[in-house]
């Protein structure tokens, strides 16, 4: 990102798990100042200010009141709990910051219109921290992906005691509905859901299924009591189908083989017998399989840099506040019709 020799400024408020690599990457870009960090515990927020030469803060009051020479941050990341992501973005959003708003945008959908109207009357930049958006996995996916069928999303964790304060709905599985909602690109016309709580006060595993305009059909397992992690997404399609692998950032197409498409191979006269190893034939014979070339690199930081290019150039965000909004809609449907077990 080239903007000349004026930096951009910028802030972190919340530098906890999530904040504190906001801080860093900011720290870390080119052509960018991290000027401010703040966080309500005090000793955390001095910790990563004098990491990243940044001053720190312990109120988003104190830094709009006393601003690093005197001049506020031109955009600001919110990596706080999401009870305060309104009331916080939006005083950011007064005093003319850009902000970048960790997912979910926030606790309700009226917050959410506020903050998207909000900052659209002020001409003000507010993106939305699903980060998977920026996963190199479904960035190398993104171009075999055209006539979606079916789609079977699975995001599955170990608890992690954090975002205790929403459900699992919100904590996990916003980000699949996000890529889904934008893969599809359709009305959704139906959905319905199963439900369960385990340890904390809201829904901790969830399956939903979604049904579009066109046809389409999404299941989504989202869960954060599982004994091992997985983030993965296979999109069905008239001649294909694309799988993702989120966490170990793969992706592979699986189409028909020429022989089997052109009729060269009839199923009906396969002799089981007479193939030897059933696997080596369906992938040697039947299916092509296709590993994409997926980059190396970090997917927050990919995120941050497009937040920072739509301050720059005025163009809206990559994942803009109003996907957000979006996603926590479809969120609350099914939060609507789930039968909680």
């Given at each position: 990102?080239?903007?000349?020799v004026?930096?951009?400024?910028?802030?972190?408020?919340?530098?906890?798990?999530?904040?504190?690599n906001?801080?860093?990457?900011?720290?870390?870009?080119?052509?960018?100042?991290?000027?401010?960090?703040?966080?309500?515990?005090?000793?955390?927020?001095?910790?990563?200010?004098?990491?990243?030469?940044?001053?720190?803060?312990?109120d988003?009051?104190?830094?709009?009141?006393?601003?690093?020479?005197?001049?506020?941050?031109?955009?600001?990341?919110?990596?706080?709990?999401?009870?305060?992501?309104?009331?916080l973005?939006?005083?950011?959003?007064?005093?003319?910051?850009?902000?970048?708003?960790?997912?979910?945008?926030?606790?309700?959908?009226?917050?959410?219109?506020?903050?998207?109207?909000?900052?659209?009357?002020?001409?003000?930049?507010?993106?939305?921290g699903?980060?998977?958006?920026?996963?190199?996995?479904?960035?190398?996916?993104?171009?075999?992906?055209?006539?979606?069928?079916?789609?079977?999303?699975?995001?599955?964790?170990?608890?992690?005691?954090?975002?205790?304060?929403?459900?699992?709905?919100?904590?996990?599985?916003?980000h699949?509905?996000?890529?889904?909602?934008?893969?599809?690109?359709?009305?959704?016309?139906?959905?319905?859901a199963?439900?369960?709580?385990?340890?904390?006060?809201?829904?901790?595993?969830?399956?939903?299924?979604?049904?579009?305009?066109?046809?389409?059909?999404?299941?989504?397992?989202?869960?954060r009591?599982?004994?091992?992690?997985?983030?993965?997404?296979?999109?069905?399609?008239?001649?294909?189908?694309?799988?993702?692998?989120?966490?170990?950032?793969?992706?592979?197409?699986?189409?028909?083989?020429?022989?089997?498409?052109?009729?060269?191979?009839?199923?009906?006269?396969?002799?089981?017998a007479?193939?030897?190893?059933?696997?080596?034939?369906?992938?040697?014979?039947?299916i092509?399989?296709?590993?994409?070339?997926?980059?190396?690199?970090?997917?927050?930081?990919?995120?941050?840099?497009?937040?920072?290019?739509?301050?720059?150039?005025?163009v809206?965000?990559?994942?803009?506040?109003?996907?957000?909004?979006?996603?926590?809609?479809v969120?609350?449907?099914?939060?609507?019709?789930?039968?909680?077990?």
């Open positions: 990102m080239d903007r000349g004026e930096p951009i400024r910028t802030a972190v408020v919340g530098v906890g798990h999530l904040g504190r906001h801080a860093r990457i900011y720290h870390e870009m080119q052509h960018v100042r991290l000027v401010a960090v703040v966080d309500t515990d005090e000793a955390r927020a001095r910790e990563v200010a004098a990491r990243c030469d940044a001053r720190p803060y312990a988003i009051e104190a830094l709009l009141a006393d601003p690093p020479d005197g001049c506020l941050p031109a955009a600001v990341s919110l990596a706080v709990p999401t009870e305060h992501h309104h009331a973005a939006r005083r950011l959003l007064s005093a003319g910051c850009h902000v970048l708003v960790e997912k979910p945008l926030a606790r309700s959908i009226g917050e959410a219109e506020d903050l998207v109207r909000f900052a659209g009357e002020e001409g003000l930049r507010l993106a939305v699903h980060v998977e958006r920026f996963n190199p996995a479904l960035l190398a996916a993104l171009p075999h992906i055209r006539d979606v069928k079916y789609i079977e999303s699975r995001r599955v964790a170990p608890f992690s005691f954090r975002s205790q304060d929403i459900s699992v709905m919100l904590d996990l599985m916003v699949d509905i996000d890529i889904i909602l934008h893969l599809v690109r359709q009305s959704v016309v139906s959905v319905s199963l439900g369960a709580r385990v340890l904390s006060p809201h829904v901790d595993v969830a399956n939903a299924r979604i049904e579009f305009e066109n046809g389409a059909v999404a299941d989504i397992t989202a869960s009591v599982s004994a091992k992690a997985e983030r993965s997404l296979r999109v069905f399609q008239g001649d294909s189908y694309v799988s993702l692998d989120y966490l170990n950032r793969r992706a592979a197409v699986y189409r028909k083989s020429e022989k089997l498409a052109s009729g060269a191979i009839d199923l009906a006269k396969v002799d089981l007479a193939i030897g190893d059933p696997r080596a034939f369906l992938f040697g014979e039947l092509d399989v296709v590993d994409l070339e997926v980059a190396e690199a970090e997917p927050l930081a990919f995120e941050i840099e497009s937040f920072l290019e739509s301050v720059i150039t005025g809206e965000p990559v994942v803009p506040g109003r996907h957000g909004l979006r996603a926590m809609r969120i609350a449907r099914i939060a609507e019709t789930m039968r909680v077990l």
